[in-house]
């Protein structure tokens, strides 16, 4: 799709986006997390909180330079897999949705605490226990199942509404609770090992801001916007939790926090009593006063739990579909609905399983935990993708936002290591775990540590991931890991500085291979080098908007064709002589691709083959063909293949015109001469009009003369060549003629500068589509692109 | 004229409809489906997602008028409102008319799902052509 529809699609604006952040991180965190936070850190577990915001804001930047880069549905899931592989998108596509509906069922239990015991007090039946909590949280849990599978329609409004008077809550209940003057106690009743093991427990109401990331293909102006609304996602919240820390704990006491399922709430109404007194004019009792804060609260709180939950179980839904399309998971399951337009089957799945953490009962705190640690390992590996993608640059990765150069290795480095040691001691208590008593077999068998609950589930979700890829994705996913490239970006061999001579040759087609593989060979081995070789480089394209026929036997045939091809040409280098590399590029855009690979190979030459026909409207030679030859910086040749057995052989003619690549033609048709030995000719052939130019040189001397100057500009004046000059009117025509008495034709770029409408020019390109023999087009370096393309490199790397 | 497809089923559907009164068509049939944008709230399902989905919708319209010589044209359209959306690109295509066919569907489904084919009648400032659901010959 074009560009133009693309902004078309693009409806959110930098208010927007930081609310879909908001309204997912205002969730059941900061309403459910207070009463646990206080009991195993005390007042310390406002450190926790910022911790935790600290961890999410050095993700939020490598985020938000992946998303600029790779602005596709899928959030982190995408990114992982795209560079790292599918061992690693197995791992974080489960992770992330087993993160996302154990966070669904934690936020609905908070639905549930807060809305029966909130109402309790007034309404009587509704009694406050554990089943009842459970019931009204499978209730609203299945409700927004339903809302989502039905597709039943929510604005922007509706939800800038919510998130904006949510805020508004919390920032009064922040405000007042300040003015009633909250009185610390003990700061940091448990040490420091608590407030560090408090971050896993409260990382949960940071995982929001993701929704901003799956969101990226729907930004308006994303380079900016995309990355503010992040951080400030992050920021605005973090602020937030600790200051509901700091009132919550200095008002109540912990014994009081931990008892409630509704800390929010109570602290509200024990604040508010205190003021009382204060409003003027009316008199307002305390009770009444404390029991209006704590309603408000707790509409809230159900508020931002539903909210949450909602986001979350269609983020779900876009980590299946981005699993889908990445072959990891069965299509079937993101299947739009015909009436809803909705993903139907991937929103029921995530119901259902939400809906069984709910009932199995697993408690509020461990869900919690367990989605937390799920998403710091999707934030330890998004910070791997990010020095991977940057090392191995990838064509079609161009993030718009990059993390600043003064911060770079410093963000992902110091968040992948945050990230992995708040699971550490999340997972791991230096306590010996028991894990067979002397009872059973005699002897005690026991591990020095003690890894807790939620490291067990944790690790059981990741080797479910890991045994997903060897049963399922691995015969299907097609591995298209950076990883490589990111560890030798440059290949070793040009570290040595001999200047290897390569080739690029892009193959597509088994039956012209062979002979484009020869020429190629020809032109590298007449290069005094041994190291000479070939780089054979077959693209599977995967257009931006996969069409309908894309089903996996058309892809699995695809791969295996291109194996094919590759291997055949891993033969005929071997039957040749000659060095070669082979290079299967899954990519959205050929053209692009073969660039990328001359420039990271560093190569001298690529050898491209033409049907012979020009393609039709926005192409002039087709539409790999074009950005190639306009656009590599190396020598660049076209070959038209003729009908005889040997292309490349027999009688070979260079054009000798005045162009200023006609030396280059010519050198390549030496090279073919040379390879071939006894069996081939050269002839250098020049066209001149009848009357042109000096009078005292006949247009045969002037002919010869050219002749000669260019094989010395060539430096094949060594070289036994014939001399022929044809004096005609109308030159096109009389070369067009010519070129019938010979095997193979080598003409040079008329054209200079990548501006003209032809690639080659439009002489060389009329013999290439007139002329019945094999045709060869070459052009030397295109100084001028090279040069910008180096600078905007440079740039980017720098930046 | 501009047809608005809404799924797959009423991609086939429509085209039915379309076919049998082909010999009415004159001009360019441009095929037209609206995703449905939430406009700041989450959306249902990811634009690629339902992007992939309308191009299927479009290689069904696409197969079935093949048959026929009627100028095809598709486009995908963006927008909050989906009969809005319609309307004003029938405007902006200078389209003469629009024509679709309506799917049905119970009071309840419509109350949730909303109905399109009414807001597109009662809506729009072009005429509307509502064309019958033809019975299927063959099963699919």
């Given at each position: 799709?074009?560009?133009g529809?693309?902004?078309?699609?693009?409806?959110?604006?930098?208010?927007e986006?930081?609310?879909?952040?908001?309204?997912?991180?205002?969730?059941a965190?900061?309403f459910?997390?207070?009463?646990?936070?206080?009991?195993?850190?005390?007042?310390?577990?406002?450190?926790s909180?910022?911790f935790?915001?600290?961890?999410?804001l050095?993700?939020?930047?490598?985020?938000?330079e992946l998303?600029?880069?790779?602005?596709?549905?899928g959030?982190?899931?995408?990114?992982v897999n795209?560079?790292l592989?599918?061992f690693?998108?197995?791992?974080?596509?489960?992770?992330m949705?087993?993160?996302?509906?154990?966070?669904?069922?934690?936020?609905?239990?908070g639905?549930?605490?807060?809305?029966?015991?909130?109402?309790?007090?007034?309404?009587?039946?509704?009694?406050?226990?554990?089943?009842g909590?459970?019931?009204?949280a499978l209730?609203?849990?299945?409700?927004?199942t339903?809302?989502?599978?039905?597709?039943?329609k929510?604005?922007?409004?509706?939800?800038?509404?919510?998130?904006?008077s949510?805020?508004?809550?919390?920032?009064?209940?922040?405000?007042?609770?300040?003015?009633?003057g909250?009185?610390?106690?003990e700061?940091?009743?448990?040490?420091?090992?608590?407030?560090a093991?408090?971050?896993g427990t409260?990382?949960?109401?940071?995982?929001?801001?993701?929704?901003?990331?799956t969101s990226?293909?729907e930004?308006?102006?994303?380079?900016?916007n995309?990355?503010?609304?992040?951080?400030?996602?992050?920021?605005?919240?973090?602020l937030?939790?600790?200051?509901?820390?700091?009132?919550?704990?200095?008002?109540l006491?912990?014994?009081?926090?931990d008892?409630?399922n509704?800390?929010?709430?109570?602290?509200?109404?024990e604040?508010?009593?205190?003021?009382?007194s204060?409003?003027p004019?009316?008199?307002?009792s305390?009770?009444?006063?404390?029991?209006?804060?704590?309603i408000?609260?707790i509409?809230?709180?159900?508020?931002a739990?539903?909210s949450?939950?909602?986001a979350s179980?269609?983020?779900?839904?876009?980590?299946?579909?981005?699993?889908?399309?990445d072959?990891i998971?069965?299509?079937?399951?993101?299947?739009?609905h015909d009436?809803?337009?909705t993903?139907?089957?991937s929103?029921?799945a995530t119901?259902?399983?939400?809906?069984v953490?709910?009932?199995?009962?697993?408690?509020?705190g461990?869900?919690a935990?367990?989605?937390?640690?799920?998403?710091?390992?999707?934030?330890?590996?998004?910070?791997?993708a990010?020095?991977?993608?940057?090392?191995?640059?990838?064509?079609d990765?161009?993030?718009?936002?990059?993390?600043p150069?003064?911060?770079?290795?410093?963000?992902p480095?110091?968040?992948?290591?945050?990230?992995l040691?708040?699971?550490?001691?999340?997972?791991?208590?230096f306590?010996?775990?028991?894990?067979?008593g002397?009872?059973?077999v005699?002897?005690?068998?026991?591990?020095?540590?003690?890894?807790?609950?939620v490291?067990?589930?944790?690790i059981?979700?990741?080797a479910?991931?890991?045994?997903?890829?060897?049963?399922?994705?691995?015969?299907?996913?097609p591995?298209?890991s950076?990883?490589?490239d990111?560890?030798?970006?440059?290949?070793?061999?040009?570290?040595?500085?001999?200047?290897?001579?390569?080739?690029v040759?892009?193959?597509?087609?088994?039956?012209?291979?062979r002979?484009l593989l020869?020429?190629?060979?020809?032109?590298?081995?007449?290069h005094?080098?041994?190291d000479?070789?070939?780089i054979?480089?077959?693209?599977?394209?995967?257009?931006?908007q996969?069409?309908?026929s894309?089903d996996v036997?058309?892809?699995?045939?695809?791969?295996?064709?291109?194996?094919?091809?590759l291997?055949?040409?891993?033969?005929?280098a071997?039957?040749l002589?000659i060095?070669?590399?082979?290079?299967?590029?899954?990519?959205?855009?050929?053209?692009?691709?073969?660039?990328?690979v001359?420039?990271a190979?560093?190569a001298d030459?690529?050898?491209?083959?033409?049907?012979?026909?020009?393609?039709t409207?926005?192409?002039?030679?087709?539409s790999?063909?074009?950005?190639?030859?306009?656009?590599?910086?190396?020598?660049?040749?076209?070959?038209k293949?003729?009908?005889?057995e040997t292309?490349?052989?027999?009688?070979i003619?260079?054009?000798a015109?005045?162009?200023?690549?006609?030396p280059?033609?010519?050198?390549?048709?030496?090279?073919?001469?040379?390879?071939?030995?006894?069996d081939?000719?050269?002839?250098?052939?020049n066209?001149?009009?009848?009357?042109?130019?000096?009078?005292d040189q006949?247009?045969?001397?002037r002919g010869?003369?050219?002749?000669?100057?260019?094989?010395e500009?060539?430096?094949?004046e060594?070289?036994?060549?014939d001399?022929?000059?044809?004096v005609?009117?109308?030159?096109e025509?009389?070369?067009?003629e010519?070129?019938?008495d010979?095997?193979?034709?080598?003409?040079g770029?008329?054209?200079?500068?990548?501006?003209?409408?032809?690639?080659?020019?439009?002489?060389?390109?009329?013999?290439?589509?007139?002329v019945?023999?094999?045709?060869?087009?070459?052009?030397?370096?295109e100084?001028?692109t090279?040069?910008?393309?180096?600078?905007?490199?440079h740039?980017?790397?720098?930046? | 004229?501009?047809?608005?497809?809404?799924?797959?089923?009423?991609?086939?559907?429509?085209?039915?409809?379309?076919?049998?009164?082909?010999?009415?068509?004159?001009?360019?049939v441009?095929?037209?489906?609206?995703i449905?944008?939430?406009?700041?709230?989450?959306?249902?399902?990811?634009i690629?997602?339902?992007?992939?989905?309308?191009?299927?919708m479009?290689?069904?319209v696409?197969?079935?008028?093949?048959?026929?010589?009627?100028?095809?044209?598709?486009?995908?359209l963006?927008?909050?409102d989906?009969?809005?959306?319609i309307?004003?690109?029938?405007h902006?295509?200078?389209?003469?008319?629009?024509?679709?066919?309506?799917?049905g569907g119970?009071?309840?489904?419509?109350?949730?799902?909303?109905?399109?084919?009414?807001?597109?009648?009662?809506?729009s400032d072009?005429?509307?052509?509502?064309?019958?659901?033809?019975?299927?010959?063959?099963?699919?």
């Amino acid at each position: 799709m074009s560009a133009g529809d693309q902004e078309l699609a693009r409806d959110l604006g930098f208010l927007e986006a930081y609310t879909i952040g908001l309204g997912t991180m205002i969730g059941a965190g900061i309403f459910v997390l207070p009463s646990i936070a206080a009991n195993q850190a005390g007042p310390a577990s406002m450190v926790s909180f910022f911790f935790g915001g600290m961890v999410s804001l050095l993700a939020a930047l490598s985020l938000s330079e992946l998303a600029t880069g790779m602005p596709k549905a899928g959030g982190s899931y995408y990114y992982v897999n795209r560079a790292l592989g599918p061992f690693f998108g197995s791992i974080v596509g489960w992770g992330m949705w087993a993160g996302l509906t154990f966070a669904s069922a934690f936020y609905m239990i908070g639905f549930g605490q807060y809305f029966l015991s909130g109402l309790g007090p007034y309404i009587p039946f509704l009694a406050e226990s554990e089943l009842g909590i459970t019931v009204a949280a499978l209730v609203m849990a299945a409700m927004l199942t339903g809302v989502n599978y039905y597709g039943v329609k929510e604005t922007g409004s509706l939800q800038n509404v919510i998130v904006l008077s949510l805020v508004g809550l919390i920032l009064a209940f922040l405000a007042l609770g300040a003015l009633s003057g909250p009185t610390i106690g003990e700061f940091n009743p448990s040490g420091w090992p608590a407030v560090a093991a408090t971050i896993g427990t409260v990382y949960v109401s940071f995982i929001g801001f993701e929704v901003i990331a799956t969101s990226a293909e729907e930004i308006k102006n994303p380079s900016r916007n995309l990355p503010l609304a992040m951080i400030a996602a992050v920021v605005t919240p973090t602020l937030m939790y600790v200051g509901v820390m700091w009132v919550s704990t200095g008002t109540l006491s912990i014994g009081a926090l931990d008892a409630s399922n509704i800390p929010v709430a109570d602290v509200a109404a024990e604040f508010l009593r205190g003021f009382a007194s204060a409003i003027p004019f009316v008199s307002v009792s305390p009770g009444a006063l404390g029991a209006a804060g704590s309603i408000a609260m707790i509409v809230g709180a159900v508020l931002a739990t539903i909210s949450s939950a909602n986001a979350s179980i269609l983020s779900a839904a876009r980590v299946n579909f981005a699993m889908g399309r990445d072959k990891i998971l069965v299509e079937w399951l993101n299947e739009v609905h015909d009436r809803f337009r909705t993903p139907y089957r991937s929103i029921t799945a995530t119901g259902v399983i939400t809906l069984v953490l709910i009932a199995v009962g697993a408690g509020i705190g461990t869900l919690a935990e367990v989605a937390s640690f799920m998403y710091l390992v999707t934030y330890a590996l998004v910070h791997v993708a990010v020095v991977v993608l940057r090392r191995a640059e990838p064509a079609d990765y161009e993030p718009t936002f990059q993390i600043p150069s003064v911060l770079y290795p410093f963000v992902p480095i110091l968040g992948a290591l945050a990230c992995l040691a708040v699971l550490f001691q999340m997972v791991v208590a230096f306590e010996p775990m028991v894990l067979l008593g002397e009872g059973v077999v005699g002897v005690e068998i026991a591990l020095p540590f003690t890894i807790s609950i939620v490291g067990i589930i944790g690790i059981g979700i990741i080797a479910a991931g890991v045994a997903w890829y060897y049963t399922y994705a691995r015969d299907r996913a097609p591995s298209q890991s950076l990883v490589g490239d990111a560890i030798a970006p440059e290949p070793a061999a040009a570290a040595d500085g001999t200047g290897q001579y390569r080739v690029v040759v892009p193959v597509a087609n088994p039956e012209t291979e062979r002979d484009l593989l020869r020429m190629a060979a020809a032109s590298a081995h007449a290069h005094e080098d041994d190291d000479a070789e070939l780089i054979a480089v077959n693209v599977i394209e995967v257009p931006q908007q996969t069409s309908l026929s894309q089903d996996v036997a058309f892809e699995e045939e695809r791969v295996q064709r291109q194996q094919e091809l590759l291997s055949a040409a891993r033969d005929i280098a071997a039957e040749l002589d000659i060095g070669l590399r082979t290079r299967a590029i899954v990519g959205r855009d050929t053209g692009s691709v073969i660039l990328d690979v001359i420039e990271a190979e560093d190569a001298d030459h690529v050898f491209l083959g033409w049907k012979g026909s020009r393609s039709t409207r926005e192409h002039v030679l087709g539409s790999t063909i074009d950005p190639v030859v306009g656009r590599a910086s190396c020598d660049a040749t076209l070959v038209k293949l003729g009908p005889e057995e040997t292309p490349g052989e027999g009688d070979i003619m260079v054009l000798a015109g005045e162009g200023p690549h006609a030396p280059v033609a010519a050198r390549r048709a030496a090279e073919f001469v040379t390879t071939a030995g006894e069996d081939a000719t050269l002839t250098l052939l020049n066209v001149q009009q009848p009357e042109d130019g000096d009078e005292d040189q006949s247009p045969q001397e002037r002919g010869e003369a050219l002749i000669d100057d260019l094989a010395e500009r060539a430096g094949i004046e060594y070289m036994q060549y014939d001399q022929r000059v044809v004096v005609a009117e109308d030159v096109e025509s009389a070369i067009l003629e010519a070129a019938d008495d010979y095997d193979t034709i080598c003409v040079g770029a008329t054209r200079s500068g990548p501006v003209t409408q032809a690639v080659f020019g439009s002489v060389p390109e009329a013999v290439g589509e007139a002329v019945d023999r094999t045709v060869v087009m070459a052009r030397g370096p295109e100084e001028s692109t090279m040069s910008i393309r180096e600078a905007i490199a440079h740039r980017l790397s720098v930046s | 004229m501009i047809v608005p497809i809404a799924s797959k089923s009423d991609a086939r559907a429509t085209t039915r409809a379309l076919a049998s009164h082909v010999d009415s068509v004159a001009g360019t049939v441009v095929a037209v489906h609206v995703i449905e944008k939430a406009g700041g709230a989450p959306d249902k399902a990811s634009i690629e997602q339902r992007e992939r989905d309308t191009e299927e919708m479009f290689d069904i319209v696409r197969t079935q008028l093949e048959a026929y010589d009627v100028d095809l044209e598709t486009e995908i359209l963006y927008g909050t409102d989906v009969a809005e959306t319609i309307v004003e690109a029938a405007h902006e295509m200078d389209a003469s008319s629009i024509v679709f066919t309506p799917r049905g569907g119970s009071r309840w489904v419509r109350l949730l799902a909303g109905d399109v084919a009414l807001s597109l009648i009662s809506g729009s400032d072009l005429p509307v052509v509502v064309l019958p659901d033809e019975p299927e010959e063959d099963d699919e």
